[in-house]
């Protein structure tokens, strides 16, 4: 019984990150992590230039009491040559043993190639190596978006990425949750910077079993980029 709800919960939370990928509408959203025409999420946390949608998250969790410590989920810095398939790993940590589903957007700019499971175009399943943040977790689905993007992504050039996953109570840890894979132009420039962020609708989440809103609030407000460097 435990088993169906969790792969109900898990489908719920999937169609609910893609919803946006079946129909043209503007969600509420966040584009919280560093693209090529904002800041990090990070940046924004501390108080500085904030984009249009990072603003419409943090009205969502206004009423919602602060927290002095909670989760950080972080993208990898990493680097590739051209041609080459860059490896981007997500983590998160301060929330060992303390989380139990998460639903979330990254960002990635357009001229990047995300790997996906079949590349025959037949769907949109991306390929990736779960880390031990989710060993306990009763599934993992992460998926591409690249059709009817909102009006956000599109002027900033960025794709998204959507992962979730679910657990049967508490069992998520800190440590690496997934790392996917981005392929480089080939004809890209040593020295370009690719940067790496977040894409915020109102259905995403990183929950524990309390429900904890100030938990997941913390959260989004803490998100930190990541990069691809050229070599």
Avoid at 39 to 64: F, I, P, W
Wanted: glycine share 8%; aromatic share 10%; charged share 25%.
């Amino acid at each position: 019984m435990k088993r169906n709800i969790l792969a109900a919960l898990l489908a719920a939370a999937l169609a609910a990150g893609m919803a946006g990928c079946l129909e043209k509408k503007e969600p509420v959203v966040s584009d919280s992590g560093k693209t090529p025409s904002s800041t990090s999420a990070g940046e924004n946390a501390e108080g500085t230039t904030m984009t249009e949608s990072m603003e419409l998250m943090r009205l969502k969790y206004a009423d919602v009491p602060e927290a002095s410590s909670g989760p950080v989920i972080k993208i990898s810095d990493t680097s590739a040559k051209p041609g080459e398939m860059a490896e981007v790993t997500v983590s998160v940590n301060g929330a060992n043993e303390n989380w139990m589903m998460c639903g979330i957007h990254i960002t990635y700019p357009d001229v990047l190639k995300c790997k996906l499971e079949n590349e025959d175009g037949t769907d949109f399943s991306v390929d990736y190596e779960a880390g031990p943040a989710i060993k306990k977790s009763a599934g993992f689905v992460a998926m591409d978006w690249e059709l009817n993007l909102p009006e956000e992504m599109v002027r900033n050039k960025t794709r998204s990425l959507f992962f979730t996953t679910v657990f049967k109570e508490n069992d998520g840890r800190d440590g690496d949750i997934a790392t996917f894979y981005f392929k480089v132009p080939e004809d890209a420039k040593p020295g370009t910077v690719y940067d790496l962020g977040y894409y915020f609708m109102d259905s995403d989440m990183f929950r524990n079993a309390e429900n904890d809103q100030s938990f997941e609030k913390y959260a989004f407000e803490h998100l930190q980029g990541g990069s691809i460097t050229v070599k």
